[in-house]
């Protein structure tokens, strides 16, 4: 459970899912997929007639779409008394501010442990997948029922339950989701190549030690890109030159760490 957590933390490095509150808040994809997720989750499920009214046509599940809306730190229980240094729980509510962060984005990064992005707040799941995600989706509602507890020991309102719903596509759908969550990888990984090459500039610089450490988050960030090419291969997508581009230069990034570790 360590080392999923660390590749689910890699993921999210990968993937800016630390963000801004933007980039965690639910979109317009986002919100359609709650609109209909019940609905969505019948038709999926249910086998459906042929136009002849005879025989019944299954649907198969080809992948699931897992939409989710986590409560955020800027809720003005918390917002207004941090920002006002007049207020007498100021220090608590900076303090509430920063643990509802924690958990905001240590959830975001064990939902993103189970699929690809297709945007904000939209993550697609190949089939293989699905019971995991069951799982994480209990483990983050676990997460923010434990951080309620603790915002009501310091004096705060609890949280809401964070919103979280998976839904079955069949293969029309999935072709959709697909296309969005090429166009989310292609960017992030474009994103991550500009970043690690900026990093590459500096690697011979550092102290052995955080040489080191670094060494160690680079090869989580290089197998959990792997796992990212299997999933996007299940989806039909090909990411294989951006992967291959940036899974080479973390490789000469560890190569140059470890030189300047036996330096």
């Known amino acids: 459970m360590e080392m999923e957590a660390m590749m689910a933390e890699s993921l999210a490095r990968i993937f800016r899912a630390d963000g801004p509150l933007a980039e965690a808040q639910p979109d317009s994809v986002a919100q359609g997929a709650f609109d209909i997720g019940a609905r969505k989750t019948e038709e999926a499920e249910a086998p459906e007639k042929a136009?002849?009214?005879?025989?019944e046509i299954e649907m198969e599940t080809k992948a699931y779409v897992l939409a989710y809306d986590?409560?955020?730190e800027y809720r003005s229980d918390y917002y207004k008394p941090a920002q006002d240094r007049?207020?007498?729980?100021?220090?608590?509510?900076k303090?509430?501010?920063?643990?509802?962060?924690?958990?905001?984005?240590?959830?975001t990064a064990?939902?993103?442990?189970?699929?690809?992005?297709?945007?904000?707040?939209?993550?697609v799941v190949p089939t293989r997948h699905v019971e995991r995600?069951?799982?994480?989706?209990?483990?983050?509602k676990a997460l923010y029922a434990e951080l309620s507890t603790k915002l009501k020991?310091?004096?705060?309102?609890?949280?809401?339950e964070p919103l979280i719903v998976l839904i079955p596509q069949v293969q029309v759908q999935v072709v959709s989701w697909a296309s969005l969550v090429e166009r989310e990888l292609a960017r992030k990984l474009d994103k991550a190549i500009e970043e690690l090459a900026k990093k590459m500039e500096e690697l011979g610089e550092l102290e052995a030690k955080k040489a080191k450490s670094m060494k160690y988050r680079l090869k989580a960030q290089l197998k959990e890109l792997k796992a990212v090419e299997e999933m996007a291969k299940e989806l039909g997508i090909d990411i294989a030159g951006k992967a291959e581009l940036l899974s080479s230069m973390?490789?000469?990034?560890?190569?140059?760490?470890?030189?300047?570790?036996?330096?």
């Open 110 to 123: 064990r939902l993103y442990s189970v699929g690809l992005p297709a945007s904000n707040s939209v993550i």
């Open 133 to 140: 995600a069951r799982k994480v989706m209990e483990e983050v």
């Open 153 to 160: 020991e310091m004096g705060f309102p609890g949280l809401p």
């Open 250 to 263: 973390l490789l000469e990034a560890i190569e140059t760490l470890e030189e300047v570790e036996e330096s």
């Open 51 to 55: 136009p002849g009214g005879g025989r």
């Open 95 to 107: 303090e509430a501010m920063r643990l509802i962060r924690a958990v905001r984005i240590k959830a």
């Open 86 to 93: 007049e207020a007498e729980n100021h220090i608590k509510a």
């Open 70 to 72: 986590l409560p955020s």
